[in-house]
C-alpha cells in the first residue's frame, strides 16, 4: 500500500484560522482523513506536528501524510495502457483533465479489462510516482472534458466540489429539429426504463431530481446546436432531457428513433474547475474532433 504526502504553502492572503478548520471547511477533508492526521500526528505545519486548535498563518507550510488505509481506493488497480495515447488539457500535481474520445469507455467493467481512458491515464503516469483515480465519468458514446485525479487525496474533495456545484460541465449537441424558446431549464426527474434496462426517462422507476440549463446557439428547421449545464449527474441526463422535449439528440442510438445512426453529436466543451488546496478556478477548454465539426457543415451550423 503506497503512502502519500501532500505539501500546501499557505497563501499571502491567507485568513488565520485554526488547523481544523482549515482542513475540513476550506481544503473539504472528510472526517476520517482528518481523525487520522490527528491520532498518527501526520499533519505538520512548519516541520513540526501542531494540535488541531493551532492557528495558522499565511506563507507557513501544512504537510499532509498518509500511510495509505485512511483511503476507500488506496491502490489504482487500472491496467496501464503501454505507450497510452492521451489528450492532456490541463494538468498538475493533483489532477489530469483530458479530453475523452467518443466510443471510448471511461473505466473497466471487470478486473483486467483495458482499452479505457482510465487505463490509458495509467499508462501516461507510469513512472510518475502517481497513480490514475476516477472521479467523475461520461457515457461511453459521449467525448469531452475528464477529471483524473493522480492521488487518492484529492478524490474525495473534487467529489465535493462536484456535488457542491462548485466544478461543473458544459455541453455541445446537435438536437433534431428547432428547439424552442432558446433559452431555458428543465427539472425533470430521471429514474430507470422499467422496459429497457439500458436506458433511462423522465419518471420511470425510482426517480432522481434532474437539472438542466439549455441555451440554443444556433438552428434551423433541421437541427439546434445548444449548449447545455449540468446541475446534476443522472445518467444519460442531457440525452434524455432533450428527448423528452422532443429534440433527441442526432446519432443517438438509444433516445432518437428518427436519426439513429452514431456517432451521437454530444461533446463535453467546457469545464470550470475548482482547484483542490488553492480553491483558484479555471476553465478548460475541450476541442471538438472532426467528425463534430463535420456535422455541423451537414446541418448548416457551422457559423457558431
Not at 474525495?156 to 458544459?170: A, E, M, N, V, Y
Request: glycine share 8%; hydrophobic share 40%; proline share 7%.
Amino acid at each position: 500500500m503506497k503512502a502519500w504526502e501532500i505539501e500546501n504553502r499557505l497563501a499571502a492572503d491567507q485568513a488565520e484560522i485554526p488547523l481544523r478548520r482549515l482542513l475540513s471547511q476550506q481544503w473539504l477533508l472528510p472526517r476520517r482523513f482528518i481523525h487520522y492526521l490527528r491520532v498518527r500526528q501526520n499533519v505538520l505545519v512548519n516541520g513540526d506536528y501542531r494540535p488541531m486548535n493551532t492557528v495558522v498563518h499565511p506563507g507557513e507550510v501544512v504537510v499532509l501524510r498518509f500511510a495509505g488505509d485512511e483511503f476507500r481506493t488506496a491502490d489504482s488497480s487500472y491496467v496501464p495502457t503501454p505507450a497510452a495515447h492521451l489528450q492532456v488539457l490541463f494538468e498538475n500535481r493533483d489532477l489530469l483533465v483530458v479530453n475523452k474520445p467518443a466510443g471510448q469507455k471511461c473505466h473497466p467493467n471487470y478486473q483486467g479489462e483495458t482499452g479505457t481512458t482510465m487505463n490509458d491515464a495509467a499508462g501516461y503516469l507510469v513512472g510518475t510516482g502517481n497513480q490514475a483515480y476516477m472521479v467523475h465519468r461520461i457515457d461511453q458514446q459521449t467525448s469531452g472534458a475528464l477529471i483524473i485525479a493522480k492521488n487518492p487525496v484529492v478524490v474525495p474533495i473534487l467529489d465535493r466540489l462536484i456535488s457542491g456545484g462548485l466544478i461543473h460541465r458544459s455541453y455541445l449537441a446537435v438536437a433534431s429539429g428547432h428547439l424552442t424558446p432558446l433559452t431555458g431549464s428543465w427539472r425533470w426527474p430521471i429514474g430507470r426504463d422499467p422496459l429497457d434496462r439500458r436506458k433511462r426517462q423522465v419518471g420511470g422507476d425510482h426517480p432522481q431530481a434532474a437539472w438542466t440549463d439549455y441555451q440554443v446557439l444556433t438552428a434551423n428547421d433541421r437541427a439546434s446546436l445548444v449548449k447545455l449545464s449540468l446541475h446534476t449527474g443522472r445518467t444519460h441526463q442531457l440525452r434524455v432531457h432533450l428527448a423528452h422535449a422532443g429534440h433527441p439528440i442526432i446519432g443517438d442510438p438509444l433516445y432518437n428513433q428518427r436519426v439513429s445512426q452514431p456517432p451521437l453529436l454530444l461533446h463535453g466543451a467546457w469545464l470550470k474547475l475548482v482547484f483542490p488546496f488553492t480553491g483558484e478556478v479555471k476553465i478548460i477548454a475541450a476541442p471538438t474532433a472532426n467528425y463534430f465539426r463535420q456535422n455541423l457543415l451537414k446541418y448548416h451550423l457551422e457559423k457558431v
